[in-house]
């Protein structure tokens, strides 16, 4: 599988860098080819030399050493890697890669490569388990960076925890498996396509300290959008308001109410392939608003509502070429309301799940859902991470495209 590969190692200076000759060995035994990079502090471990010998390659270990001029030799590098493996993967270089900060060989190869990239943490258990180690931990893996966890273990520094680097061998076979997962993408790219992607709840004013609002989080909807652009897709994401990191690789609108998140959505849809509407938009709001906060007065208080527009069922009703995918977050009934939905919004898709059950509900971060297609095809899934079942709802919509009749 890694005969011919372009692997590009880089090797950071922990006590775990001794594994990294091993694994630089059973790579070139593979028959991938392996160029090596080192920071400075690497280089207190194990020598440039070690490498060298077993890569047969010449070792990086300085930014400003040009032995081409007609080239740069990080971009070069960051150009011709296939995949990247960071190991072993210290807090200092997870720290500087979340933050982007390029200051030394690895870390400006590594913000200008395309590749995947993946990492092979290596440090003090404590460390590990730090709040700020943490963060930048999830930043990473939500830029698309791969994580390849050790086992918990007894550690150089003499405590046992989390923390320990994987074994060579675990580490090829998660290399092998990063080129096994591109092969099989590169038949389901989404390259040439333009996706636009709603997701968040929308908040509708009352007064200037009061809206409606509901529990939408837009974790799956962000989700989807990241799904779709490590895909290769042009990517428009929609947001209402969330808590939410802002994904990067893609155009983010952000909107507060539903009338704004109708106005936006109108202006794109007509550029679009791929429509998936995972927001939460209100159905109502306020006929009227305050511009003053209202005061406590004695009795109820009744607010007068308004329907909003129903953006799904325009989107049906203007719909030409674009494969449009609905939500439905029921609490009953749900495939039966779900299909209903289908039909009546002109969908071609339509995600359904009962908020009611455990692990599928807004705030968490896995789901349960059902697709159904407008051609009769209906797969339940079990219970997933937000992130995989983003990865099934995009392949589900591939599919779909792949059996769609062309016009």
Not at 130 to 138: L, T, Y
Not at 237 to 264: C, F, H, K, R, W
Not at 366 to 375: A, C, E, G, L, S
Request: aromatic letters at 6%; proline letters at 4%.
């Amino acid at each position: 599988m890694l005969h011919g590969k372009k692997i590009l190692l880089a090797v950071s200076g922990g006590i775990a860098a001794y594994k990294a000759c091993a694994l630089t060995s059973k790579l070139v035994q593979s028959g991938a080819e392996v160029k090596v990079m080192m920071s400075q502090s690497a280089k207190e471990f194990v020598t440039p030399l070690t490498f060298q010998a077993l890569s047969r390659q010449p070792v990086y270990d300085w930014t400003f050493n040009e032995p081409d001029p007609t080239k740069i030799a990080h971009i070069e590098l960051a150009d011709w890697a296939e995949v990247v493996m960071i190991a072993p993967a210290t807090a200092n270089v997870i720290g500087k890669l979340a933050n982007g900060i390029a200051d030394d060989m690895i870390t400006t190869t590594l913000l200008a490569t395309k590749s995947p990239v993946l990492l092979a943490p290596a440090m003090n258990v404590n460390m590990y388990q730090h709040p700020a180690v943490q963060k930048n931990i999830s930043t990473l893996k939500e830029y698309g960076y791969t994580f390849v966890e050790g086992e918990s273990g007894y550690l150089a520094c003499g405590w046992t925890g989390k923390g320990r680097m994987a074994e060579p061998e675990v580490l090829q076979q998660a290399i092998e498996a990063t080129f096994s997962k591109n092969e099989d993408q590169g038949a389901k790219s989404l390259h040439g396509k333009h996706v636009m992607i709603t997701a968040g709840p929308t908040q509708e004013k009352i007064d200037p300290v009061r809206y409606f609002t509901n529990h939408s989080t837009g974790k799956m909807g962000y989700a989807v959008a990241r799904a779709a652009r490590d895909l290769g897709a042009n990517v428009t994401l929609i947001t209402g308001p969330t808590n939410l990191d802002e994904p990067t690789g893609m155009s983010v609108i952000q909107v507060t109410t539903a009338q704004e998140m109708y106005e936006e959505v109108m202006k794109v849809y007509s550029q679009a392939d791929i429509v998936i509407k995972s927001a939460a938009v209100a159905d109502y709001r306020p006929s009227e608003t305050a511009d003053h906060k209202r005061k406590k007065q004695p009795g109820d208080w009744s607010v007068p509502m308004e329907r909003t527009i129903d953006i799904l069922h325009t989107l049906g009703e203007k719909k030409t070429s674009q494969i449009l995918v609905g939500f439905a977050a029921e609490s009953q009934h749900v495939q039966e309301y779900a299909k209903q939905k289908l039909d009546k919004k002109n969908l071609d898709l339509i995600v359904a799940n009962n908020i009611m059950t455990p692990g599928a509900g807004f705030k968490g971060d896995t789901n349960i859902v059902t697709i159904m297609t407008k051609d009769g095809h209906l797969t339940n899934y079990e219970q997933q991470t937000k992130d995989e079942v983003a990865k099934e709802i995009i392949e589900e919509i591939l599919r779909y495209e792949e059996r769609k009749p062309r016009e």
